[in-house]
């Protein structure tokens, strides 16, 4: 097996791929593109990027080939034992996920673009960029020789995402037996200095506590874009990372602490996720939906430790930690949705919506609740072996136990587990979070008080959300309703989802609603409503003896008792 990537003109962002098939044996193969990438559990229908597509034999004659789905192939091979399959991908997004194309680099990521035999995804392949003599390549593959390189399985081929380019910068540090890089594309000033000394903190209490690192090297790859985003994705030996604006990327005031948060992130799916694998994606099949529940163990714990290993190696300090966690916080109580679907669920039902915001109120989110419950089992085990254990030990023994052995995990697997690290049932968190929609306040807060904290709750500071009960959105210069509260003086009053506010009290809202409404607080308010169909309304609001959105966040009321010294080893 073998891939061959070139391209005619960078600018027009089409990619020309040649799929060179041996060994073959039948008079007709099907060939797969995948439809869906792991790390993102929604399809991608990626088929739809490809313009051109056709099969010959090894002397350049053209064999007979047709689609018979939206993106399977059938190839009559009329005997021949080598078939090529040429054709091209538009490759115009850049994000962590993408596939890119432009006069400054080459950018793929394999899940996108390559085809695969179903039943000959196992075999070894060879992949070669025909790329610029000076470009260097950013990728977890094994390099056999300029631009050439060998990969173990299809799995392997499309799980290392690749930069080609010849303004790549490059560091490299090692710490505990692995060799890290960092590499990094687009505009941008990295401070080796500041970052080798971070990653190597985080990196390393990562290690110890799992007792070693599923591979011998890793690749930190930056995509740094001019503009503002954020966005990481996890695989087998690197992880993939769009963050911008580029002027803010090194800045400990701006994104910087953003940065530190999705590496330790994605670094912890190196062996969450990628080793501990639910059964159901064990192995993947790309191309139809892998439907599981463990959502919240995959992005769950995985956020909450991504998060906690920042602070348990002083790479973030107490205020730097708190200001994560009271995100997850407002995130949870703020959506209504997990009142509806469970988390688990919600996994399941990430292949409907992915990761778009869907329907009011429907679903919560498998980060943010699972992060949440993460907490919540941590402090759990703590507390039911006097502080001997933690989720820390659930998860090492996932991934010697399970991983390891080749096995899959699966809900009651979890559940299972954690009950022989605590002793005891964990029926209750289980029931009532996991598979359940109660309400977290008050387990959230004893979790919170056994480590020396507590939850403080208070009224938004936007007189809108607060006594209205509606948060907004901006959208260019329009104002946009995003969220209401159920049964609030807003839902009462008739406000309604993606409606356009126009003026507050005749006074045209100019990004400025918040500063509008606190300024004309206690007082009966008209505002002038854009909607859908175009009809533009008046409403009044009074404003409610009831607070509607509030503000979540942890204090810490106990100065380094002894079990947050505990927590926070």
């Known amino acids: 097996m073998k891939y061959r990537v070139s391209y005619q003109n960078p600018n027009?962002?089409?990619?020309?791929?040649?799929?060179?098939?041996?060994?073959?044996?039948?008079?007709?193969?099907?060939?797969?593109?995948?439809?869906?990438?792991?790390?993102?559990?929604?399809?991608?229908?990626?088929?739809?990027?490809?313009?051109?597509?056709?099969?010959?034999?090894?002397?350049?004659?053209?064999?007979?080939?047709?689609?018979?789905?939206?993106?399977?192939?059938?190839?009559?091979?009329?005997?021949?034992?080598?078939?090529?399959?040429?054709?091209?991908y538009f490759s115009n997004e850049i994000n962590a996920g993408s596939t890119y194309l432009d006069d400054k680099q080459l950018y793929i990521n394999g899940v996108n673009c390559f085809l695969y035999i179903p039943e000959r995804m196992n075999e070894k392949c060879e992949l070669e960029l025909i790329v610029p003599e000076d470009y260097e390549v950013a990728s977890g593959l094994k390099e056999i020789s300029k631009h050439k390189f060998e990969c173990s399985d299809f799995h392997q081929l499309v799980d290392s995402p690749f930069i080609a380019s010849n303004s790549l910068?490059?560091?490299?540090?090692?710490?505990?037996?692995v060799k890290f890089h960092f590499w990094f594309q687009g505009e941008c000033k990295p401070d080796w200095s500041l970052l080798e000394t971070d990653f190597r903190k985080f990196s390393k209490a990562q290690i110890e506590k799992f007792g070693d690192f599923p591979v011998n090297e890793y690749h930190f790859i930056f995509q740094i874009l001019t503009h503002r985003t954020y966005h990481g994705v996890e695989h087998y030996n690197s992880t993939l990372i769009s963050l911008g604006p580029s002027y803010d990327i090194m800045k400990k005031e701006g994104w910087y602490n953003e940065l530190l948060g999705v590496c330790s992130h994605e670094l912890y799916h190196t062996w969450n996720v990628k080793q501990i694998r639910p059964t159901e994606m064990l192995?993947?099949?790309?191309?139809?939906?892998?439907?599981?529940?463990?959502?919240?163990?995959?992005?769950?714990?995985?956020?909450?430790?991504?998060?906690?290993?920042?602070?348990?190696?002083?790479?973030?300090?107490?205020?730097?930690?708190?200001?994560?966690?009271?995100?997850?916080?407002?995130?949870?109580?703020?959506?209504?949705?997990?009142?509806?679907?469970?988390?688990a669920q919600s996994s399941f039902d990430t292949w409907l919506d992915g990761y778009a915001k869907g329907v009011p109120a429907r679903k919560g989110s498998i980060y943010t609740e699972g992060a949440l419950i993460a907490f919540m089992t941590d402090v759990f085990i703590l507390k039911n072996t006097t502080n001997q254990k933690s989720l820390n030990d659930v998860m090492k023994l996932l991934y010697n136990e399970f991983a390891k052995r080749g096995k899959g995990v699966s809900d009651k697997d979890y559940r299972a587990v954690i009950e022989e690290v605590s002793g005891v049932s964990y029926?209750?968190?289980?029931?009532?979070?996991?598979?359940?929609?109660?309400?977290?306040?008050?387990?959230?807060?004893?979790s919170l008080n056994y480590i020396g904290c507590d939850l403080k709750i208070e009224p938004s500071k936007k007189?809108?959300?607060?006594?209205?009960?509606?948060?907004?959105?901006?959208?260019?210069?329009?104002?946009?309703?995003?969220?209401?509260?159920?049964?609030s003086i807003a839902e009462e009053s008739g406000f309604s989802i993606n409606d356009e506010l126009i003026a507050i009290n005749g006074i045209k809202i100019n990004n400025d609603l918040t500063n509008w409404t606190n300024y004309f607080k206690d007082k009966e308010m008209a505002f002038s409503i854009k909607r859908a169909l175009g009809v533009i309304e008046?409403?009044?609001?009074?404003?409610?003896?009831?607070?509607?959105?509030?503000?979540?966040?942890?204090?810490k009321e106990v100065s380094d008792s002894e079990n947050f010294k505990v927590w926070n080893n």
Do not use: M
Request: aromatic fraction near 18%; charge should be negative.
């Open 12 to 88: 027009n962002h089409y990619i020309d791929i040649e799929y060179i098939i041996d060994n073959v044996d039948s008079d007709r193969i099907e060939i797969q593109l995948p439809a869906w990438r792991p790390g993102r559990y929604e399809l991608a229908n990626f088929a739809k990027n490809v313009q051109k597509w056709e099969a010959f034999d090894i002397h350049g004659n053209t064999l007979f080939s047709k689609k018979i789905t939206k993106d399977l192939w059938e190839v009559k091979t009329k005997g021949n034992s080598t078939i090529h399959i040429r054709y091209n």
């Open 169 to 177: 910068q490059h560091h490299a540090y090692n710490e505990s037996g």
């Open 283 to 343: 192995p993947y099949d790309y191309s139809k939906e892998n439907y599981t529940e463990l959502g919240y163990l995959d992005e769950g714990v995985t956020t909450y430790y991504g998060d906690k290993f920042l602070l348990t190696s002083r790479v973030f300090d107490w205020e730097q930690y708190a200001k994560t966690f009271n995100q997850l916080l407002e995130r949870h109580f703020n959506n209504f949705g997990v009142n509806n679907y469970s988390v």
């Open 427 to 446: 029926d209750e968190i289980y029931t009532n979070f996991l598979h359940g929609t109660s309400d977290y306040s008050e387990e959230l807060r004893s």
């Open 463 to 487: 007189y809108n959300e607060a006594f209205f009960g509606f948060k907004i959105r901006y959208e260019i210069d329009k104002c946009i309703v995003d969220s209401i509260f159920p049964n």
């Open 538 to 555: 008046k409403i009044k609001l009074t404003p409610s003896d009831t607070v509607y959105f509030k503000k979540y966040s942890i204090k």
